[in-house]
């Protein structure tokens, strides 16, 4: 038999146009020697820019796609059954499924009590939301989630305690194991500290006359004890330290320290919406995508590597500014910070979206937490960084194959068109952003593939498929607070508190919510997983099966790791990493 050739065409033919196919071996610019091939590039370059366009959606946010609706978007890029992402149809299915649809009109009617919400969501949970339900209230549960639950990206080691925050060694003396004084404790590393100061200052939700709303900026102080685990010892709701403003601590009454830590967790859920997830995984991979499909053409082997991890995207995130998270969206309906208050977040977010917090072992470093001795257990940091690695060492391999030196990367004018596109309409152009505005070196360029192969895929995985585990027993993630945050101790009622949680309907749409997003597609390409053809080379034949090879490795230590535990972390095993950002 002779040789024989493959032409992938990967899209859809819908019309009566012409459309020329190139051969499946990948080629960078520099291999096309005749006239006919440059010029098949640059028209399909040229093509591609037409159809995929930057807009911006609001001041200071990341480009996005200029289109309005799904049905606008190239047929290419369009999810294959748009019912099956119609948030509205999802939401409301959800509630259906949940059996708690009888609520969903329920806006300003309370909840009894906390047995009151355990009726409704006894039916509809699993073994990590059943866990949070029965332990949600102790210390230890409220120190675990800022390490292994879905926003475990805002604990850092406390160097110093900030001014603004004056908590004394008598406020917490009777926290403290080790016998010596906050300063010392600080010293030894064992003090660590969460900030909410985003917050500050944003607008809470004023779409419904009926029910005001409102938001907290709280600060919260963490001891590692004596067993390794890490346990609240402080947490003040305001930024600004004063008389109305207290140091909420354990040893206060038990609904006043309850209440704190419930702020604490309403405010982190709003972070986790709308910084980690929402900007630091959808709308930066939006950005990638674009640029990609601007700048890359089809027989690049940059654009034959990163397709796989840019599949509806662009489509998922089209659907939301269509229904979620538009004026009047299904955002505002249970949320304390629609009506716009999550739109000056990401404003405000921006700032902190630099090219090194998204280098995920750069960002456990500067937050103090990558020793694994004087912290065990953030499964977090040690998968990611077992992920990573291997994206890492895939992306080098895909690279050795093409890019013979660091010369040949700097003559790639298709792969510094990307990367600039990414620098200038992806991040505005800010300099502080430290995103590159061009690659000079193979060392730097498996750097790059491996932060936007991780984004997309891993570290969307690690914030999206825990939020039904971790935020469906509302009063743990409440989506809303009804109540203002309270400005003395002693005072807080248990009536107080649930007056204070969501009622019935913001409830019933935040469950449908946290549900719909925890779901895997119906046919999900998990990471490595790459049935399109767009290689036919037998060395990236070989880097792919050994790329996968080394992710099963992963998923048996996590496996491992995770028999026999109450609560398992697997988020981040590669068998539940889906390829791309599509839900």
Known sequence: MGDYLEFPCYRWITDEREIVLRDGRAKLPRDDKTQILKQHRRKELETRQKTYRWKEWHPGFPLSIDAHSHSDLPRDIQFDNEKGIDFILNYSKAMENLYVNRFMHMFQSSWSDFADFERIFVRISNTISE????HWKEDFMFGYQFLNGCNPVLIRRCTEIPKKFPVTMDMVECSLERNLTLEEEVKQGNIFIVDYELLDGVDANKTDPCTIQYLAAPICLLYKNLENKIV??????GQKPGPDNPIFLPSDATYDWLL??????????????TVTHLLR????SEVFSIAMFRQLPAVHPLFKLLVPHMRFTIAINTKAREQLICECGLFDKANATGGGGHVQMVQKAMKDLTYSSLCFPEEIKAKGMDSKEDIPYYYYRDDGIKVWEAVKSFAE???????ESDEVVCEDVELQAFVKDIYVYGMRGVKASGFPKAIRTREKLAEYLTVIIFTTSAQHAAVNFGQYDWCSWIPNAPPTMRRPPPTEKGTVTIEQIVESLPDRGRSCWHLGAVWALSQFQDNELFLGMYPDEHFVEKPVKEAMAKFRKNLDEIV?????????????????????IPNSVAV
Do not use: C, G
Not at 397 to 403: F, K, N, S
Not at 556 to 576: A, G, Q, V
């Open 397 to 403: 391999d895909v690279i050795h194959i093409y890019y």
């Open 232 to 237: 609240p010892i402080a947490i003040q709701l």
């Open 131 to 134: 866990y949070v339900m029965q």
């Open 556 to 576: 048996n230590t996590i496996t491992e790791r995770n028999k026999n535990k109450k609560l398992p972390y697997y988020y981040l095993s590669p068998d539940r």
């Open 260 to 273: 704190a830590k419930i702020w604490v967790r309403s405010s982190d859920f709003h972070i986790h919406q």
């Open 281 to 284: 995984t959808h709308l930066v």
